[in-house]
Every structure is written in structure tokens, then in C-alpha cells.
């Protein structure tokens, strides 16, 4: 775990400012729209004489609500903005969330792409140069951290939690040149090597998971980074309802039985041993003979909660540390619960 605590931080340089393609895809997401595209829209990426080097995307997948006339409210105001319609009745081999990313790829202008939702703030002005100042020197990949707003309740802190954990493992497994997963709303890369995941055979398996799935299958140890400066993060709004939650981790979770056969290995592995742990632990607490078993797990606490409060430090995660004991036991019982989705089922929505 040690290893996991390592972040990346990617700073700008001097190296030359290529032009960019920002893509949101949006269903429905009038209020959100309104309230994050001018963050994104007024990214400090200039070109010399002043002018934005960067086009905004939007790829309006069929909405009935306002997301038309907020769009053209914006675009009124920001001459980068573009929009792109997905119509629902045209036919396509391509479903879901997918459809609409194929679209705006497709309709982007440069060689060079950011994604991120339609509920994301960019963390400050400088998101967009941070996201994409690894592409300019060559890498394919840019990974980047999605967080959640910080707000009152116990799930609220532990999405939060949960989100510094997952991050633990795959910028873990990143370093040692063994990418898995990326956050589909903080992720930069170039076309060819989107269009080259697109063009694999299990890119039209889920209508989502473009994120993981362009990780899966064309990520490697020298083409893909992790940024992890603040100030390149997205900021969004956690879910409100344990069950809008599930619903949204069914869907995050059923992606994971396409991970490479090493990779898929390797966190069942983690997955097995740290159930184990705990079992073990309340089996043996009270046996005298195996009095031990409690020695064993305040170590093994110790370690694994230093290294899990130093990274979420630097992640500017605020009061979730002082959970963790908790929260680490809820975790057995979190991979318990969605097992069925790791293993077998699939969702077929993205929203």
C-alpha cells in the first residue's frame, strides 16, 4: 500500500500548447449544464493573441428537458462552444453513453481530447492545461481525479472514502506500469488511441464504461500518467440516496469482469485477503490461543490507515481519515453486495 500513497503530480512546463477538444456528453442536464459549462468554457488555455485554444463539445443525447435552450443561451456568449445532437430514432451499432462520445469524437477538430460530465466543475482555471499538458510530451493517457463535494452524512463521507480507496489501487497499480481503470469525468487522451479502443472487440459490450474500457484495452506502462495536482481535479455532487447510489455503483462495478485476466487477478486477490482479514478477526478474537489475531490486525490497521490519511491529504479530502476502521470494514461488506455485478450482471443504462 505503501506504493499507493505515491501521487503524480504533472506540472504545465513550457512545453508548446497544442489545441484541444473538451466533450461532454449530456442527457437531460439542463441545471447542471448551467451551473459547470462556463467553468469549463473559460479554462485559461490561451493561445498567443489571447483566444481560447480549445473547443467545448457538447453532445446533447436526446434530452427533453431545457438542455437545448441553455445551450443555445451559452452559446451566445462563448463562441468555442459547440453542439452536437444524438438522435434517438437513428439507428447505430453503438449504445448508450458510447453513441454519444462516438459523436462528439467524431465532430471534434483536434487530435488532442478531454472528457468530462455535464455535473463536473473543473477545480480551477488551470484543469484543462494540467489534463492535457501530458499529451504535448507524448503520453496517450492522462488520468485524472474525480471528487466529490464534501457534505453532511455517513454516505456522503463514505463515497468519499471509497473514492481515496479506489484511487489508492489503481494509482498504485499505474506506477508499477499496470494501468486497470480511469474516471470517465477527469480523463484526457489523443483520437487515434480512443479510436483504436473503439474499434476493439468488447467496446460495444456495455452501453458505459468507456473509461475503463479504453484503459483495458489500449493503456500500457510508458503511454498512460495519473495528475493528481488539486488544482487539475473535477469536482461533482455525490449522489444523495443510498439507492441512487447503488443503482450508479451496480453500473461502475459491472465493467470490472472485462479487466484483463492478470489484472482481474491481482484485485481479487486484494479483495479475498482483506475479507479474510476481518473474518478471521471475529472468528479468533476470542479464543485465547489465538489472542495473537489482535496484535496482528492493529499493525496491520496502523500501516494501512497512514497510508490511506497521507494520500487523502494530498488529495485535499477533508474529515474522511478518522473513518476509516469503519469504513474499511464496510468495504467487505460493500464487495459482498456487489459481487453479482463484478462477476456476472451487467446494467444496460448509463444514467
Not at 131 to 149: F, W
Not at 274 to 289: D, G, K, P, Q, R
Not at 291 to 314: E, L, Q, S
Request: proline share 3%.
Amino acid at each position: 500500500m505503501s506504493a499507493g500513497s505515491k501521487l503524480i503530480s504533472y506540472s504545465t512546463g513550457s512545453q508548446k500548447k497544442e489545441p484541444i477538444s473538451v466533450i461532454v456528453c449530456a442527457k437531460n442536464e439542463a441545471s447542471n449544464l448551467k451551473l459547470c459549462l462556463p467553468s469549463i468554457l473559460t479554462q485559461r488555455y490561451m493561445n498567443d493573441v489571447g483566444n481560447p485554444l480549445f473547443e467545448v463539445i457538447v453532445v446533447d443525447d436526446a434530452s427533453v428537458d431545457d438542455t437545448k435552450n441553455v445551450l443555445g443561451s451559452l452559446q451566445n456568449t462563448y463562441t468555442n462552444l459547440r453542439v452536437v445532437s444524438a438522435n434517438a430514432d437513428q439507428a447505430h451499432s453503438t449504445h448508450g453513453k458510447k453513441y454519444a462520445l462516438a459523436k462528439g469524437v467524431s465532430e471534434a477538430k483536434y487530435e488532442h481530447l478531454v472528457f468530462t460530465d455535464a455535473d463536473c466543475l473543473p477545480a480551477s482555471e488551470d484543469w484543462l492545461a494540467l489534463m492535457s499538458a501530458p499529451l504535448s510530451v507524448g503520453k496517450e493517457i492522462v488520468i485524472g481525479y474525480g471528487k466529490y463535494k464534501q457534505s453532511k452524512g455517513l454516505l456522503n463521507a463514505f463515497i468519499r472514502w471509497e473514492t481515496v480507496h479506489t484511487f489508492l489501487q489503481y494509482n498504485a497499480y499505474t506506477l508499477i506500469g499496470k494501468p486497470y481503470m480511469a474516471v470517465g469525468r477527469n480523463l484526457a487522451c489523443t483520437k487515434n488511441i480512443w479510436l483504436r479502443a473503439h474499434e476493439t472487440k468488447i467496446w460495444d459490450t456495455l452501453p458505459y464504461g468507456d473509461d475503463d474500457l479504453l484503459i483495458q484495452t489500449v493503456a500500457n506502462a510508458t503511454n498512460t500518467i495519473i495528475v493528481s495536482d488539486p488544482c487539475s481535479f473535477t469536482i461533482t455532487e455525490a449522489k444523495k440516496t443510498w439507492k441512487g447510489w447503488i443503482r450508479q455503483k451496480q453500473r461502475h462495478m459491472s465493467t470490472g469482469k472485462y479487466y484483463r485476466t492478470g489484472i482481474k487477478a491481482l484485485l481479487s486477490i486484494y479483495a479475498s485477503s482483506h475479507a479474510a482479514m476481518w473474518i478471521l478477526f471475529f472468528v479468533l478474537l476470542f479464543n485465547l490461543n489465538s489472542i495473537f489475531i489482535g496484535d496482528i490486525m492493529v499493525v496491520r490497521c496502523i500501516i494501512y490507515a497512514i497510508a490511506f490519511a497521507n494520500t487523502a491529504n494530498k488529495l485535499k479530502e477533508k474529515k474522511i481519515a478518522v473513518y476509516f476502521l469503519l469504513f474499511d470494514f464496510c468495504w467487505m461488506l460493500y464487495n459482498f453486495t456487489f459481487s453479482p455485478y463484478i462477476i456476472l450482471k451487467n446494467k444496460k443504462q448509463w444514467i
